[in-house]
């Protein structure tokens, strides 16, 4: 699997192990980590940095239900997964409390953790990237079409430009124009 940089931030009262064990996972997943010791030292480098993952050490770092609330609402965590930190599965603070972006997690399942964000991050930049050479793409096909005689006044000129934006998004590779292309066109 292709290794993504990607930055995260580890909240913690100074766990030195955990921080140890912490940074030999992150350097495996060419992950930059920056340790935040207090609440308002993570929302500035929060701001700064913009991290996809925060570590929380829940042994630490003791949150109540309304200061956990105030910390998820926060704009500078919007985007961001928030992954808690607990070896003895203690934290009941995270029951009530419904979000995509939390993850209550022991040390040992961080690896798979690790894969499936990368996994997401790298399928988020591709399509951003699609979405990017969209229009670019139009301009391409457009072009083409015109060089070869055909014109948007042609009947199934629409159609034909859509099978082949289909075709070049799909990176060329295209089993069967009748089972594939046809019934999305149609």
């Not at 500078?76 to 409390?97: C, M, P, R, S």
Request: proline content about 2%; overall charge positive.
């Amino acid at each position: 699997m292709k290794k993504i940089v990607l930055t995260a931030i580890l909240y913690s009262k100074r766990n030195y192990d955990l921080s140890y064990r912490l940074r030999g996972v992150c350097k495996r997943y060419s992950i930059n980590l920056i340790n935040a010791i207090d609440f308002i030292e993570l929302t500035i480098k929060s701001i700064e940095l913009k991290p996809q993952i925060i570590f929380c050490d829940c042994s630490s770092v003791e949150f109540t239900s309304g200061n956990l609330n105030s910390f998820i609402e926060k704009n500078e965590f919007k985007n961001t997964k928030i992954i808690f930190i607990d070896e003895k599965k203690q934290a009941n603070i995270l029951k009530n409390i419904v979000s995509q972006n939390l993850i209550l997690a022991k040390f040992d399942e961080l690896s798979s953790i690790i894969d499936e964000l990368q996994y997401q991050y790298n399928y988020d930049n591709m399509l951003a990237k699609n979405i990017e050479n969209y229009d670019g793409l139009e301009i391409q096909i457009y072009k083409l079409l015109t060089e070869i005689g055909l014109s948007p006044k042609h009947c199934g000129y629409a159609y034909l430009r859509y099978a082949i934006k289909q075709v070049v998004l799909n990176n060329g590779i295209m089993n069967s124009l009748n089972s594939e292309q046809y019934p999305i066109i149609a």
